[in-house]
Structures are given as C-alpha cells and as structure tokens.
C-alpha cells in the first residue's frame, strides 16, 4: 500500500485529497486511469487474486510433511504437538489428495481422532471419526477407532455396531482377531441406553427465540438525523429488536480462535474450508453455511461395498454425506473467495466486509451493477470529513477490491470510475455504521494463587446490521446491543416513554472517558461531535473522574485542569442547563458547591474558576507536582502488572505498589478513575500471594468509585462483582448472596432471558453460592 501511495504523482494525491462527493467520479477516473497503466499495481492484483501464486491454496506436500511431523509427535508421546500438526495439515490438504489407497484428508481425521482419544477428548474422537468415515465410509480403522469412542462413552450397543463392521472391512486376519477380542469383552458388559447426539461444536443460542416486545419507528432530528425511537412506553430490559447481518467478517486477531461464519470460539477437533486454507469452522453446519464447501466422497469409494444385512442401516446412518450438513439458509458469504486466492487473508476486514456486501448484492439481484443499484446499504457516509492521508487509502482499497472482485466473480464486472465512486463510497459507509461483535468470555483460572473471575470483552467481528445500524449514539445508553453467535440483540436497559430516542453506546460512555475525550473518540472515529445529554449536561463523573485532591486534606472538593474546565464550562453555554448527578447515593459524599460553582458561572460573568484552584473551597493545588507524583505511583502499578502477568509476585513489589496506593489517594480526588484501577490491580496481587481479605476490601473500594461513575446499576458495576463474588466465595463469605443477588438483578436489566447464554459462568456463580444463599429470595426473570 506505501509502495503504491509512493508512485502516485503528487497532483493526483491532491486531487483525490480534496475529493468531495460532487468531483468524486472525476477523482476516481484520473486515479484507476493511473493506476491500470502502472506495472506494480497490476503485480500487485496478480498476488492477491490468482491462486497458483496464493499462500492460501492447498498444498498436498505440505500437508504430508505435517502429517509425517504429526507422526513423530504421537510416537513420542507429544499429544499437543500431533494435534496441531494433523489440524494444519487437514488445513492444507486438498480433498482429492490421496494417501496410499485411502483419502489423505481421511487419514488425518483418524489420526487426530486417536489424538483425542489418548487425551480422553472423547466427543470429539467420535466426530472425527466420522468425518473420516464419510469420505471413505470402508476405513476399517476409522470404524475401529469409533467403536473405542463409543464404547467409553458408555455407548456400548453404537460400539458393537461399529466394530462389526470395522472386522467385516478389515483385511487381515490378525486384524479381525483383536476385533473380535474388544466385541466379546463389550458385549459381555451391561448394555447401556445413551448415545451421543451432540456432532456439531457450534454456539447455542438458546432462549434465541424470545419475541421482540415493542415496534420501532425511523425518526429524523435536527442534531442527530435519522435514529430510531420508541412508538409506545417500552418497560426496563425488553428486548425490542433482533437481526441477523447483511453482511459479516471476522477480524483478523480472532481467525485462529473463533468460527469464521458463527464466530463462537473454535473446539479442538476444527474443520476447515475444502477450497482454501484460511478459514476454520467449528462444525460442517457452519462451513456449508459460509460457503467452504461439503465432504464428498473419496474417488475409490465411489463402488458400492457390501456390508451385511445387519450392518447395512448402520453403516448408511453413520457414513451419509447428508448428516454433517444441512441445506444452506443464507448467502454463501465465504464462496467468492475460495480458491486459494490470497486477498481475503492480506486485505483490511472493512474491504472484504465491502467485497461481501457487493458479492451479496449481485447475487440477490441477479443483475450486473449500475449507478442506480451499487449503493446496497443506504446509510450515511463521512467521505468530505475523512482525513487525506486515509481518503487516499480508501480510493486504493476500493480499486484493488473491484480487480480482485473481478477475477472472483463468475461474470465480467466492470472496473471504471462509476464503479469505483460507488466502491469508495460503500467503503465510507462501512467505517462509520459497521458494528463491532463482541463476545463476553469468563475467565475463571483455578489454583491457589488464581486471582478471581473476570469478564473479558473480545471484539471477534465486524458486520452491518441494516436496522440495527440505525441506532444512534448516546454516551448515556438507554439501550444495550450484544450478540449470541452472530445475531444482534437490542435490549432496553430504563424505562423509555412514546416517542424517545433509542440510543445505545458505539463505544464512549459517561464514566468511562471524561467529556473531551469522548467527543475526541466520537469526532476521529465516526465525524460527529456528540450532543447527548452526558456531553451536553453537568454530571458528576466528568467532574471527578480525572479531577485531583484539593491541597486541603479535609475538603472533598473538585481539582480541574484547564481543558476539563473548558468542556465543563462549555455544557453551561448551551441550551442544556440542568445539571445530571449520577451514582446514587454515594454522590451525596462529594461537596455538591463544586456544580453550584460551575452553575453561578453561567449568570455572573465576573465570577472565574481557575485550573488547579478548588471548586468548593478555593485553594491552589500544585498540578505539575501532583502529576508527577502520579507518574510516579502509576509506575509502581505497572511494575505490580507485569509481575502478576509473570506469575512472580516479589514482596517488594506489591509493598511499593501499595505505598502507591495511598500516593494516588492523597494527589487525586477520592472518585477519580485511576485510583478505582490501581485499587482493583493491587487486589489482584494480594489475591495472587493469598490475601484474599485485603483482595476483597480493595475490590469493594474500586466498585464504590465506579458506582459514582457509571451508576449503581451499570453493567461495569456487574462485571467487577463477579470479581468480589468470587473472592467473598473463597472466604465463605455470606456476603456473597447479596452480591451474587444483586449482579443477576444487572445482567438481567441488560440481558434479559439472555443473562446465561452471554455469561454462562453467572449460573456457575449462582450453584456455587447456593450453601450461603438460602436466606436471599431467588430472582425471578
């Protein structure tokens, strides 16, 4: 991409820099002009789009050579080792490859199925056996292998099936001897009734089928366009709209760990494209879904083979192509770039999310493009406000895309200035309206120097969402988005009376950035400067949240700099005059005279707040001096991290992050944010080193800052007491019913029926508690 902006004359930059959608066409007409007459970006499409040059396509030597490693590994003992060589090698193979008299492909699901064996991954064992089985539904082994699986599953009657028929397949004599010995033991022990049904690794998405509860109407406002807003009173925690995307892309950082089409996190026993070697899938379901193909048969079992009257019905059930898939419900989105080509792998996930959208949109239509119908999504754009320098990238972008488009599609689509402007254009709606999807992962380490549960949040894909991109920004939500496997969810987190706006978070909210910040995030990201009412109002979090101590220890009042004043003070001049006081009654905590202050500077010009003076009492604080005793202490609590990520937690080290502790509290205000994550760092050294009591009380600390923050009943609020739930569960606290109580109270106001299946380590949380829970009354959902 350097190389390529390198080449463009400077007058051409120019000219596409200063763009707008007016001369767009004219732009894009100098630039693909330049561009198809330039060697290096013809190269440049030659290595992203034919596929005898492609890294991804498959490579039948390469995948014998990790079979020979995976050999070695299993020889050796090293299980770990022979699992990922015989998963990158069913990678790589291609699926007509053949190894000896039997389906390469074949062999290597029977050899990762014995690695699963050796490490008791039994369910796993069995679906790959009968993957194995599919293709060449004679593989004596693999019915071998099988009837092992089975018979450890308890599932004796399947076993007996299959190693009956593994000694009719089976040539050698000997072979069929030892056979017959696991057949006699097996049918000699009890006979047991359960079966393993569950083939497919894909997300559940139980209680998927709750009913939206409220309509929506499109409205349009002067400050903030079209949005979304309520038709009628909608009470707390509805769900109040459901979509699938149009179109999805997984980012690159989740590829290896998370299903390329129902993005849940990938099991051990991966199934990858038949076409390609970049995608993964957690189940055939999901690959015939994306459009990576479905197994076929191996060439040299396509004659019929007799199996035995009694074996027959068995062997048909178990070896039918048609039981690892089912027919394909949406548009193949992965098909358009099978093949081995490379550009899929090397592109930004925003272009092939663009290429996805266009594919899309010409399968639906059936018709080539034109003017009139490339503009699919209908949203706004920011191209006049996006920066030069990714202005330019976008207009490359967009002309590589079509060229690798061209060659993918079945049909001749045009690469011409039209067909660029519009490109460009969707590339631009994309960066401002694609959602992000997240997923929640509990992580919950065991051990005696595990620190407590935690949720982490991992952004694993990126897709648009025609209704659901119609909701608008608020950095105080009154909505939550969230997605089990690739549906969105939107549910109501207060009550939202006819006609307000829906509003959810794209990221910043009150409590978490102060207000310049949050409009700073806003303005780079998505070109609009923020008007809710958290930007627009006085609330305490963005008063205190970076704000420092007053210099008099026994005054509470607020510490500002310059710019938190500016914005501060700003909110007073617009028509917003009231003032919001978030967190409940810990507010009443805080010397209120600090807004009183800032309200009396709206109607007495003669009246001036200076940085660094206090707002309640007036004394100078020393700004200078007190940063650079937070850099001091913040060093302390890097320095504690990186011990807690090393799993060595000197003494000296959590001493001096302690003496830390009491610097911040001393030079910044009581509810600043950086002492909430200093304390929450330092809870879990001592929870590392076993000092779970002075864990629980910094913890406790930290949720009482964020409260004032975020609110009392704020989904940050649920997630840092599943932390102290945990801590108080390892004390035998009985505290814990109440914190347990009041963490499923928030994540049902923002997940509703949905609170497991986002967080299934709550229910876990709940059974755990339940000896200390027996005098707290359950929740109802």
Same mark, same amino acid.
């Given at each position: 991409?350097?190389?390529?902006?390198?080449?463009? #004359? @400077?007058?051409?930059?120019?000219?596409?820099?200063?763009?707008?959608?007016?001369?767009?066409?004219?732009?894009?007409?100098?630039?693909?002009?330049? =561009?198809?007459?330039? #060697?290096?970006?013809?190269?440049?499409?030659?290595?992203?789009?034919?596929?005898?040059?492609?890294?991804?396509?498959?490579?039948?030597?390469?995948?014998?050579?990790?079979?020979?490693?995976?050999?070695?590994?299993?020889?050796?003992?090293?299980?770990?080792?022979?699992?990922?060589?015989?998963? *990158?090698?069913?990678?790589?193979? #291609?699926?007509?490859?053949? @190894?000896?008299?039997?389906?390469?492909?074949?062999?290597?699901?029977?050899?990762?199925?014995?690695?699963?064996?050796?490490?008791?991954?039994?369910?796993?064992?069995?679906?790959?056996?009968?993957?194995?089985?599919?293709?060449?539904?004679?593989?004596?082994?693999?019915?071998?292998?099988?009837?092992?699986?089975?018979?450890?599953?308890?599932? /004796?009657?399947?076993?007996?099936?299959?190693? %009956?028929?593994?000694?009719?397949?089976?040539?050698?004599?000997?072979?069929?001897?030892?056979?017959?010995?696991?057949?006699?033991?097996?049918?000699?022990?009890?006979?047991?009734?359960?079966?393993?049904?569950?083939?497919?690794?894909?997300?559940?998405?139980?209680?998927?089928?709750?009913?939206?509860?409220?309509? !929506?109407?499109?409205?349009?406002?002067?400050?903030?366009? /079209?949005?979304?807003?309520?038709?009628?009173?909608?009470?707390?925690?509805?769900?109040?709209?459901?979509?699938?995307?149009?179109?999805?892309?997984?980012?690159?950082?989740?590829?290896?760990?998370?299903?390329?089409?129902?993005?849940?996190?990938?099991?051990?026993?991966?199934?990858?494209?038949?076409? +390609?070697?970049?995608?993964?899938?957690?189940?055939?379901?999901?690959?015939?879904?994306? %459009?990576?193909?479905?197994?076929?048969?191996?060439?040299?079992?396509?004659?019929?083979?007799?199996?035995?009257?009694?074996?027959?019905?068995? &062997?048909?059930?178990?070896?039918?192509?048609?039981?690892?898939?089912?027919?394909?419900?949406?548009?193949?989105?992965?098909?358009?770039?099978? %093949? %081995?080509?490379?550009?899929?792998?090397?592109?930004?996930?925003?272009?092939?999310?663009?290429?996805?959208? !266009?594919?899309?949109?010409?399968? *639906?239509?059936?018709?080539?493009?034109?003017?009139?119908?490339?503009?699919?999504?209908?949203?706004?754009?920011?191209?006049?406000?996006?920066?030069?320098?990714?202005?330019?990238? &976008?207009?490359?972008?967009?002309?590589?895309?079509?060229?690798?488009?061209?060659?993918?599609?079945?049909?001749?689509?045009?690469?011409?200035?039209?067909?660029?402007?519009?490109?460009?254009?969707?590339?631009?709606?994309?960066?401002?309206?694609?959602?992000?999807?997240?997923?929640?992962?509990?992580?919950? #380490?065991?051990?005696?120097?595990?620190?407590?549960?935690?949720?982490?949040?991992?952004?694993?894909?990126?897709?648009?969402?025609?209704?659901?991109?119609?909701?608008?920004?608020?950095?105080?939500?009154?909505?939550?988005?969230?997605?089990?496997?690739?549906?969105?969810?939107?549910?109501?987190?207060?009550?939202?009376?006819?006609?307000?706006?829906?509003?959810?978070?794209?990221?910043?909210?009150?409590?978490?950035?102060?207000? +310049?910040?949050?409009?700073?995030?806003?303005?780079?990201?998505?070109?609009?400067?923020?008007?809710?009412?958290?930007?627009?109002?006085?609330?305490?979090?963005?008063?205190?949240?970076?704000?420092?101590?007053?210099?008099?220890?026994?005054?509470?009042?607020?510490?500002?700099?310059?710019?938190?004043?500016?914005?501060?003070?700003?909110?007073?001049?617009?028509?917003?005059?009231?003032?919001?006081?978030?967190?409940?009654?810990?507010?009443?905590?805080?010397?209120?005279?600090?807004?009183?202050?800032?309200?009396?500077?709206?109607?007495?010009?003669?009246?001036?707040?200076?940085?660094?003076?206090?707002?309640?009492?007036?004394?100078?604080?020393?700004?200078?001096?007190?940063?650079?005793? &937070?850099?001091?202490?913040?060093?302390?609590?890097?320095?504690?991290?990186?011990?807690?990520?090393?799993?060595?937690?000197?003494?000296?080290?959590?001493? @001096?992050?302690?003496?830390?502790?009491? =610097?911040? /509290?001393?030079?910044?205000?009581?509810?600043?944010? /950086?002492?909430?994550?200093?304390?929450?760092?330092?809870?879990?050294?001592?929870?590392?080193?076993?000092?779970?009591?002075?864990?629980?009380?910094?913890?406790?600390?930290?949720?009482?800052?964020?409260?004032?923050?975020?609110?009392?009943?704020?989904?940050?609020?649920?997630?840092?007491?599943?932390?102290?739930?945990?801590?108080? !569960?390892?004390?035998?606290?009985?505290?814990?019913?109440?914190?347990?109580?009041?963490?499923?109270?928030?994540?049902?106001?923002?997940?509703?029926?949905?609170?497991?299946?986002? =967080?299934?380590?709550?229910?876990?949380?709940?059974?755990?508690?339940?000896?200390?829970?027996?005098?707290?009354?359950? &929740?109802?959902?």
């Amino acid at each position: 991409m350097e190389k390529l902006k390198s080449l463009l #004359p @400077d007058e051409l930059k120019r000219m596409v820099w200063n763009s707008t959608v007016e001369n767009l066409p004219a732009a894009s007409s100098s630039l693909l002009e330049f =561009l198809l007459n330039l #060697p290096q970006f013809h190269q440049m499409v030659r290595d992203l789009a034919a596929p005898e040059d492609s890294l991804c396509a498959k490579n039948k030597a390469a995948a014998m050579e990790l079979k020979k490693k995976g050999n070695q590994c299993y020889s050796n003992g090293d299980y770990a080792a022979a699992l990922d060589c015989y998963s *990158q090698a069913l990678r790589v193979a #291609p699926q007509e490859a053949g @190894d000896g008299d039997k389906s390469l492909v074949a062999a290597l699901f029977l050899n990762r199925a014995s690695v699963f064996h050796r490490q008791g991954l039994l369910k796993e064992c069995l679906r790959d056996c009968n993957r194995a089985l599919q293709i060449s539904p004679s593989y004596s082994k693999a019915w071998y292998r099988r009837g092992k699986a089975n018979a450890a599953l308890g599932n /004796r009657q399947e076993a007996i099936l299959d190693l %009956g028929v593994a000694k009719d397949m089976e040539i050698s004599l000997a072979g069929k001897r030892q056979i017959e010995c696991e057949l006699n033991m097996i049918i000699s022990q009890r006979q047991s009734a359960s079966r393993i049904v569950d083939q497919c690794s894909q997300i559940s998405t139980g209680g998927a089928d709750e009913p939206c509860q409220s309509s !929506l109407s499109c409205v349009t406002t002067h400050d903030k366009g /079209r949005g979304m807003a309520a038709q009628c009173d909608i009470p707390q925690s509805s769900l109040i709209h459901k979509e699938e995307p149009y179109a999805l892309v997984i980012l690159k950082s989740s590829r290896e760990s998370h299903c390329h089409y129902c993005l849940g996190e990938l099991p051990l026993d991966t199934v990858p494209c038949l076409s +390609c070697s970049i995608p993964l899938y957690c189940s055939e379901r999901c690959r015939a879904q994306a %459009g990576g193909g479905s197994l076929v048969r191996h060439q040299e079992e396509q004659r019929d083979k007799s199996y035995g009257d009694s074996l027959e019905k068995h &062997v048909m059930e178990v070896t039918s192509l048609h039981n690892s898939t089912t027919a394909v419900e949406c548009f193949p989105e992965h098909k358009h770039e099978c %093949g %081995g080509v490379h550009w899929p792998a090397v592109l930004p996930p925003d272009v092939v999310l663009a290429g996805r959208i !266009l594919a899309k949109h010409l399968s *639906q239509t059936g018709i080539l493009m034109n003017p009139e119908t490339l503009i699919v999504l209908g949203f706004s754009h920011n191209y006049s406000l996006i920066a030069q320098g990714t202005k330019l990238e &976008v207009h490359i972008y967009a002309s590589v895309l079509l060229c690798c488009l061209q060659h993918a599609l079945g049909f001749e689509l045009p690469v011409n200035a039209i067909y660029l402007s519009q490109t460009v254009i969707l590339l631009s709606q994309i960066r401002v309206n694609a959602m992000a999807i997240i997923h929640m992962k509990s992580v919950d #380490p065991r051990g005696p120097h595990a620190f407590t549960s935690t949720v982490e949040q991992v952004t694993v894909g990126q897709a648009i969402y025609k209704t659901g991109s119609m909701f608008n920004h608020s950095c105080q939500p009154n909505i939550n988005a969230y997605f089990l496997s690739r549906t969105l969810f939107v549910r109501t987190t207060e009550v939202v009376q006819t006609g307000f706006p829906l509003e959810l978070s794209y990221g910043p909210q009150v409590g978490q950035w102060d207000c +310049c910040d949050r409009l700073q995030i806003l303005e780079d990201k998505y070109s609009f400067r923020c008007r809710c009412s958290g930007c627009s109002e006085l609330n305490i979090a963005d008063l205190v949240l970076n704000a420092f101590h007053c210099a008099n220890p026994d005054c509470t009042g607020v510490v500002l700099d310059a710019p938190v004043i500016k914005y501060e003070t700003g909110k007073l001049t617009s028509s917003h005059k009231t003032s919001r006081l978030n967190g409940g009654s810990e507010v009443k905590k805080i010397n209120v005279k600090s807004l009183v202050c800032l309200n009396l500077m709206s109607n007495n010009s003669s009246c001036h707040i200076k940085p660094a003076s206090c707002l309640n009492c007036g004394h100078y604080c020393n700004l200078d001096a007190a940063r650079e005793a &937070v850099d001091n202490a913040l060093s302390c609590m890097h320095s504690l991290e990186d011990a807690i990520a090393s799993k060595e937690i000197p003494s000296m080290v959590l001493s @001096d992050a302690s003496r830390s502790l009491g =610097l911040l /509290r001393s030079v910044l205000h009581p509810y600043n944010k /950086r002492i909430a994550e200093a304390e929450d760092k330092l809870a879990q050294g001592f929870c590392w080193t076993g000092d779970l009591r002075s864990s629980k009380a910094l913890c406790s600390s930290s949720i009482k800052i964020l409260e004032v923050l975020y609110g009392n009943d704020h989904i940050v609020i649920g997630y840092e007491l599943i932390k102290l739930a945990t801590i108080q !569960l390892s004390l035998d606290d009985p505290e814990v019913a109440k914190t347990i109580t009041r963490l499923e109270k928030i994540f049902l106001r923002y997940f509703g029926a949905h609170a497991n299946l986002v =967080l299934p380590h709550l229910e876990t949380l709940k059974k755990e508690s339940l000896p200390l829970h027996r005098q707290f009354s359950s &929740v109802e959902i």
